[in-house]
């Protein structure tokens, strides 16, 4: 079964710090798709990033990086130097290729991260 | 930018009305999508939509629910009698013909029902 664990409920921050955002997935599919999230709090859900299971580099996007490790099973986050309008819930997704059509996004619970100036 | 636009934004109704939640997805997108999130918890998926017809549904998305493209460009999702517990933020998606293509998410629909 899929399933994706963030087991950080809340995270709190000073400005400048570094944070890292933890993911544990599972699945039984050898091909898969990992995302990440953020949800401020006006309530949207913006995209960040999307990562396929055969592609292992590591990713850098200004202050946010990304290290997914297979063997670990995980796809963690990093902010480098957070700054207050980091502040939000961050959900950690899995999608499986099994399906053609309509995959579902599996989602975990969520880290609310709080930066503070 | 093309974005996925949900109306109402907020819609209070009693318990056992229907109430009917509008979506238009990005234009040139294949694979409609909602989603739900009760206040304080994870994004559940509920159902997805593709050639007319529901390609996938959870057990959440019961015979109380049911979706609907009924011209172009919209995309509904409807509850037939609601129930407290239906009470959350509903998310509409859409994404194109690579179904595993980031999903680009509405801002959300707040249900609250009384």
């Known amino acids: 079964a899929q399933k994706v664990t963030q087991a950080q409920t809340e995270i709190s921050v000073v400005e400048k710090e570094d944070v890292t955002l933890d993911c544990v997935y599972e699945?039984?599919?050898?091909?898969?798709?990992l995302f990440w999230y953020k949800q401020p709090p006006s309530g949207e859900l913006v995209f960040l990033i999307r990562?396929?299971?055969?592609?292992?580099q590591n990713e850098i996007s200004g202050r946010y990086s990304w290290n997914f490790q297979k063997s670990t099973s995980s796809f963690n986050f990093t902010i480098t130097a957070s700054q207050v309008v980091d502040s939000a819930v961050y959900f950690c997704?899995?999608?499986?290729?099994?399906?053609?059509?309509?995959?579902?996004?599996?989602f975990g619970k969520g880290t609310t991260l709080s930066v503070s100036s | 930018e093309p974005e996925v636009t949900q109306t109402p934004s907020h819609q209070v109704t009693q318990m056992g009305q229907e109430v009917i939640l509008r979506c238009v997805p990005i234009?040139?997108?294949?694979?409609f999508y909602w989603y739900r999130q009760i206040l304080g918890q994870k994004v559940e998926f509920l159902v997805s939509?593709?050639?007319?017809?529901?390609?996938?549904k959870s057990e959440i998305f019961d015979d109380q629910f049911s979706v609907e493209r009924p011209d172009g460009s919209n995309f509904t999702l409807k509850i037939r009698s609601t129930k407290l517990e239906d009470s959350a933020m509903y998310f509409c998606?859409?994404?194109?013909?690579?179904?595993?293509?980031?999903?680009?998410f509405g801002n959300g629909t707040r249900l609250t029902v009384t």
């Open positions: 997704a899995l999608s499986e290729a099994a399906n053609q059509a309509g995959t579902a996004l599996i």
């Open positions: 998606a859409s994404n194109n013909r690579d179904s595993n293509s980031p999903l680009h």
């Open positions: 234009s040139n997108h294949l694979y």
């Open positions: 939509f593709y050639n007319n017809e529901i390609s996938e």
């Open positions: 990562r396929n299971s055969f592609d292992e």
């Open positions: 699945t039984r599919d050898t091909t898969y798709y």
